[in-house]
C-alpha cells in the first residue's frame, strides 16, 4: 500500500510540474505573441505616418493653382534684358490705313525694357519699353479713329514680339489707369450722355463708320460690341485686310439699323469718355517708381475716346496719347462736322513674357544701386 501511495504521489508531482510547465509556455507564448504584435502595430503605425497623405484633395488642387513663387525681390520697374526679332512693318495710308497720305515704315528699335506687371497667379510678367521709341506715327481723320488701335498693336506685335519668348502690343489705358489712383469715372464729363439728333445741328451729323460697333454706341453688352482698347480682331496685320465698311464715315439716320438691332434710342447717340490727369501725379510710388509712365516724350496710348463738344456743336472721336509733359490726354482725330484732324507721336510696346521666360534669374554684372537687371528664364 505504501508503494502504491508514494507511486500516486510522485504522479501527481509530475502532473503538476507538467501543469507549471505548460502554464509558463503559454503564459510566455503569450507574451511572446503579444510583444510581435505591439511590435507589427507600432511598424505599421510608423509606416502609415510615412506613407499618410500629407494634404486632402482640396490641399493638393490648392497647392497647384496657388500664386506661383515668383521672386520677391523681383519689382515692378526693375529692367529686364529682352531682345525682340528685328522686323519692319508697314502702315499703308488713306482709308485703309492711317489716314496720312503717305505710307508709313517702322523697324525694330534697340530699346530697354522694364517691369510693368507681376502676374503671380498665372506666373507671368508684363515689360514695357523703357522709352518710347524714336520713330513716330501718324494718325489722322476718320481712317485713324478707325484703325488706330488696330495698327498700334499690329505695329508693336510684328517689332517687339521675339523668340525670347515675349508676346507685344501697344501700350492702353488701362495699363496706365492700373498704376494709379485716379479715378477717371468722377471726371466732370465722362459718362455724360448725348444724342445727335437732339444735341447737333444737322450740319455735325456724321461719324467714323466704326462708332457703331463700340460698346458707347449702344450700352448694350453684346459679343460685336468693341471696348475702347479693342480692335477690330480679324487677326490679320492692318495693312493687309480691306476695312469691312464701304464708307469711311456715316452720316446720323434716325433708323439706322446695325447687326439686325435698331439703335434703343433712334438713330446715334452715345457717352463721354473723355478724361486727362497726370499719371505721376496719382500713381502709388510705393509700388510703382516714379519715371515708369511719364518717360519725357509723348506716345499714343492705343485706346478710342469720343466727347461731345458743347461749344463747337460736335462729337469729338480720336486717340488717347500721353503729352511730352506726361499727362494722359485725348488727340481728335476727327469732328462730327466732318473736320479732318491729326497728330504725330511715338509709339510704347508692351510685351507679355510667357511663364518659362518669366522665371527671371538676377544679372549681378549689370546691377547697381539704383538700377536692378535681371535675365530671362529658359524660354
Known amino acids: 500500500m505504501k508503494n502504491i501511495k508514494k507511486e500516486e504521489g510522485a504522479i501527481t508531482i509530475i502532473t503538476l510540474v507538467t501543469i507549471l510547465f505548460i502554464v509558463s509556455f503559454l503564459i510566455s507564448s503569450y507574451i511572446i505573441v503579444a510583444n510581435k504584435v ?7 503605425s510608423e509606416i502609415g505616418k510615412i506613407y499618410e497623405p500629407k494634404s486632402t484633395m482640396e490641399e493638393i488642387y490648392n497647392s497647384y493653382t496657388k500664386d506661383i513663387d515668383l521672386s520677391e525681390e523681383i519689382k515692378v520697374g526693375d529692367y529686364v534684358n529682352y531682345t525682340p526679332d ?21 523697324k525694330t528699335e534697340n530699346l530697354e525694357w522694364r517691369i510693368l506687371s507681376i502676374d503671380k ?18 494718325l489722322g481723320r476718320a481712317d485713324g479713329y478707325n484703325h488706330g488701335v488696330d495698327i498700334l498693336n499690329d505695329l508693336c506685335y510684328t517689332l517687339y514680339s521675339g523668340r525670347m519668348g515675349g508676346t507685344a502690343r501697344s501700350i492702353n489705358i488701362e495699363d496706365i489707369n492700373k498704376k494709379t489712383n485716379y479715378h477717371y469715372q468722377v471726371y466732370n464729363q465722362y459718362g455724360k450722355s448725348f444724342l445727335f439728333k437732339n444735341d447737333l445741328p444737322s450740319t455735325a451729323w456724321k461719324y467714323p463708320q466704326l462708332y457703331v460697333r463700340e460698346y458707347e454706341y449702344s450700352g448694350v453688352p453684346n459679343s460685336h460690341w468693341l471696348r475702347e482698347s479693342q480692335g ?17 464715315v456715316s452720316t446720323y439716320d434716325s433708323n439706322i439699323i446695325y447687326d439686325g438691332n435698331p439703335n434703343p434710342y433712334g438713330g446715334v447717340n452715345g457717352w463721354n469718355t473723355y478724361y486727362a490727369y497726370s499719371p505721376e501725379e496719382y500713381i502709388n510710388t510705393s509700388l510703382v517708381p516714379s519715371g515708369l509712365l511719364d518717360v519725357g516724350n509723348g506716345y499714343w496710348v492705343a485706346s478710342r475716346f469720343k466727347v461731345n463738344n ?13 503729352t511730352d509733359g506726361g499727362t494722359v490726354s485725348c488727340m481728335t482725330l476727327y469732328q462730327s462736322d466732318n473736320k479732318e484732324l491729326g497728330f504725330t507721336t511715338a509709339i510704347r510696346p508692351v510685351v507679355r513674357l510667357n511663364k518659362s521666360a518669366s522665371k527671371l534669374t538676377k544679372d549681378t554684372t549689370k546691377s547697381t544701386k539704383d538700377k536692378t537687371y535681371w535675365n530671362l528664364g529658359k524660354y
Open 86 to 106: 528685328s522686323s519692319s512693318y508697314t502702315v499703308v495710308g488713306g482709308v485703309v490705313g492711317t489716314g496720312s497720305a503717305n505710307a508709313q515704315t517702322f
Open 121 to 138: 497667379q498665372i506666373g507671368e510678367i508684363e515689360l514695357v519699353s523703357a522709352t518710347a521709341t524714336k520713330t513716330k506715327l501718324a
Open 232 to 248: 477690330v480682331g480679324d487677326g490679320k496685320r492692318d495693312s493687309e485686310y480691306n476695312f469691312s465698311y464701304t464708307e469711311v
Open 38 to 44: 505591439r511590435i507589427q502595430k507600432e511598424i505599421v
Open 310 to 322: 458743347p461749344s463747337l456743336k460736335v462729337i469729338q472721336f480720336g486717340i488717347r496719347h500721353i
